[in-house]
């Protein structure tokens, strides 16, 4: 008997962690609003800017090279971004918290101890989170978000 309780709650265990591995939340028209997946990450469909910055502020914060102000710079602008998307899943698209996180990513574009290869992976993030702000979300050139 205790066998099979215990069996059972490892199958239910397993069901709710694969059934838990990526939620897709709708926005007010039906469409996906925003995808969680596994790692953490937050993705609108086919991809966007929010997304990209997200994921090359991910792989700043692991250098190792960056000073303390730089690595403090990157770790803002991910929590402003990852606020941004928590408003705009609820279908408010909050210019704040993607202004500070623009302000902070040109911080360490202008920083002379980012190495150059980062920081032009953060001016492009930069300039395209700037595009998509003017859309106000709507568009970002050929993609629709």
Same mark, same amino acid.
């Given at each position: 008997m205790k066998l099979q309780l215990a069996s059972g709650m490892v199958l239910g265990a397993m069901i709710l962690a694969a059934s838990a591995h990526a939620q897709v939340y709708r926005?007010?028209?039906g469409q996906p609003?925003? #995808?969680y997946d596994r790692?953490?990450? &937050?993705? @609108?469909?086919?991809?966007?800017? !929010?997304? #990209?910055?997200?994921?090359? /502020?991910?792989?700043?914060?692991? &250098? @190792? &090279? /960056?000073d303390h102000r730089d690595r403090k710079r990157v770790e803002k602008a991910e929590s402003?971004?990852?606020k941004f998307?928590?408003?705009?899943?609820?279908?408010?698209?909050d210019t704040h918290h993607l202004d500070e996180a623009i302000s902070n990513l040109q911080h360490l574009v202008d920083s002379d101890? !980012?190495?150059? #290869?980062?920081?032009?992976?953060?001016?492009?993030?930069? &300039?395209?989170?700037?595009?998509?702000?003017a859309s106000g979300g709507r568009s970002y050139g050929s993609r629709r978000y």
């Open positions: 926005d007010g028209y609003a925003q #995808r790692g953490g990450r &937050y993705e @609108r469909a086919g991809g966007d800017a !929010v997304g #990209r910055a997200l994921s090359d /502020l991910g792989q700043g914060s692991r &250098y @190792r &090279y /960056l402003e971004l990852y998307q928590d408003r705009w899943a609820r279908g408010h698209f101890r !980012v190495p150059p #290869r980062e920081r032009e992976t953060f001016n492009r993030d930069a &300039y395209a989170l700037r595009d998509f702000r």
